[in-house]
């Protein structure tokens, strides 16, 4: 249950929450209406916070969650899209990799940005397993490599490995995986999907 608080000290009547709530919470009945929340709104509300973003006068709360305690975008900073397609074109499968640990400082950062990959009715369900030696890493790949030997049409990689590559993860001395343990997480599948490729976007 969320509590949904709207000031009206604050509240300018600007309707923006009515139209960005998915679940339509907040009703008016003409534009010079305060908004209200429906009947039930406090279990409706999925927690997504559009409202709470797009409340310029900062009225309205979601369960303590208020516009202060949200991020303040720079638009001096904001990604033009030729910036973001000029990313996606430059992006590479790395096949080779330093042989050294990643530093812990990058792991950290990394792990601060990907905590922020969108999940449904913002659930947060991700967890993070981390392995960074090498040592354990390729054994890893060995254990990937042991069931690739009861599946057809890998002969290529199980010789490559026989033979001291490392086909599964290319000798990375740094493995990160994405998972969830919740199993009340509808769209987990797609919530750990955004969340690695949120990663490898980084």
């Not at 009206?8 to 998915?22: D, E, F, I």
């Not at 797009?54 to 720079?74: P, V």
């Not at 530093?103 to 792990?111: A, C, H, M, S």
């Amino acid at each position: 249950m969320k509590e949904i608080i709207t000031d009206r000290s604050l509240c300018v009547r600007c309707g923006q929450c009515t139209l960005v709530c998915p679940n339509r919470i907040f009703q008016r009945q003409t534009n010079n209406d305060y908004p209200i929340c429906m009947e039930g709104a406090d279990e409706i509300c999925i927690g997504c916070l559009h409202c709470v973003a797009a409340c310029a006068s900062r009225a309205i709360t979601i369960g303590g969650i208020g516009s202060r305690d949200c991020m303040e975008f720079d638009t001096a900073t904001t990604i033009r899209f030729e910036q973001v397609a000029h990313l996606i074109r430059k992006r590479r499968s790395i096949r080779r990799y330093a042989d050294k640990p990643l530093d812990k400082r990058v792991i950290e950062q990394l792990l601060d940005v990907v905590r922020w990959a969108p999940s449904a009715k913002n659930g947060l369900p991700i967890k993070w397993v981390i392995v960074n030696n090498a040592d354990k890493v390729r054994e890893l790949s060995g254990k990937v490599v042991d069931w690739l030997k009861k599946q057809s049409g890998t002969e290529r990689m199980v010789e490559a490995w026989d033979k001291g590559g490392d086909p599964v993860f290319r000798g990375a001395p740094c493995v990160i995986g994405a998972y969830t343990d919740d199993i009340t997480a509808q769209w987990s599948a797609i919530d750990t999907a955004i969340a690695v490729g949120t990663c490898i976007g980084n």
